[in-house]
């Protein structure tokens, strides 16, 4: 009979994408789920959950709410300290977890022409690195940029939808994947739903892909089009060298403005040497983790939705 992962750990919960894994694993029902947070954190989820409150300095104190699991699913913002990742990988370890799905998702962190020109590609060496030589495994998920995210805010994928400008880069026709945060969640609770023989023969200390959609910024403001009903004549349209956008970008970084890494680490995957489309470089896995195709207007239209309410990104 095979094996199968029973009780998962998470951290980051409410986040982004921890809210969207959380969701997929509760929709699934084949886990006893622990939350993490911290001592102070007053978030409310459901019932099923049992929620752990823990120190994240605290190796000890991690490794105690870690015991009797089976993976731990990190997912952190951009702003937590090192250490703290560096503590859950430890904590995991002396709590005897076996599996360990590390806060890398996005871009392909594996690509070395990426791993090059983006310095945070880095860190998830690093965390690969740990985890292994702790005697865990990983699996990661490359998903590209998450779709909602990117669109929603201008300086990103480079389209406002509230002032009506977009800044292609080059011609804008260049196609990169990207992924919705709702096909993220999916993915990261098929995975943990898979015989355990299955992950360790196909999968151990690689990296899932999967992308929601293979798109050019031509064609996201199409959608865009076709969700509010407007054409290009009723926006202000202007093109930008990404290569030119990345340097300067990463000059004004050197310079103190760590505000424009976002900037940079965009404008390097939209390069015509095909960074950010992993797709017709490595294939995808969505079939492989039963994933379903999605529509680009209704993710498009999710977005719109989502800034007309006042959404703050980084709030």
């Not at 094996?3 to 997929?24: D, F, P, Q, R, W």
């Not at 996005?106 to 060496?125: E, M």
């Not at 940079?264 to 015509?272: D, E, L, P, S």
Request: charged residues 20%; negative net charge.
């Amino acid at each position: 009979m095979p094996s199968y992962l029973k009780k998962v750990a998470i951290v980051g919960a409410t986040g982004n994408i921890g809210h969207h894994i959380l969701t997929e694993l509760l929709a699934l029902g084949n886990h006893s789920i622990t939350a993490l947070t911290r001592p102070t954190s007053t978030i409310s989820l459901p019932s099923a959950v049992i929620i752990a409150k823990v120190d994240y300095s605290n190796i000890e104190n991690l490794t105690k709410a870690l015991q009797g699991h089976d993976i731990l699913i990190i997912t952190l913002s951009v702003g937590t300290p090192p250490h703290v990742h560096s503590n859950l990988v430890s904590a995991a370890a002396a709590a005897g977890i076996k599996y360990i799905i590390p806060n890398a998702y996005g871009f392909d962190f594996r690509n070395p022409a990426l791993i090059a020109s983006i310095d945070v590609s880095g860190l998830a060496q690093g965390y690969f690195s740990q985890i292994e030589k702790l005697g865990m495994m990983h699996f990661s998920l490359v998903c590209g940029f998450w779709y909602e995210w990117s669109l929603g805010v201008p300086s990103l994928y480079g389209i406002d939808l509230q002032t009506k400008r977009a800044v292609f880069y080059d011609d804008g026709n260049t196609a990169i994947n990207t992924s919705t945060w709702e096909l993220c969640g999916k993915a990261v609770a098929n995975i943990v739903s898979l015989p355990e023989q299955e992950l360790e023969e196909k999968w151990k200390n690689k990296s899932f892909y999967v992308s929601s959609f293979r798109v050019s910024q031509r064609e996201m403001l199409d959608s865009v089009h076709r969700v509010l009903g407007t054409s290009d004549e009723d926006w202000e349209i202007e093109h930008e060298s990404a290569k030119r956008r990345y340097e300067e970008s990463m000059q004004a970084v050197k310079n103190g403005d760590q505000r424009a890494f976002a900037k940079a680490m965009y404008a390097r995957c939209f390069y015509t040497d095909g960074s950010g489309d992993f797709e017709s470089s490595h294939g995808l896995d969505n079939e492989a983790l039963g994933l379903a195709s999605e529509d680009l207007d209704q993710a498009t239209k999710r977005t719109v939705e989502m800034v007309e309410s006042g959404w703050n990104p980084f709030a």
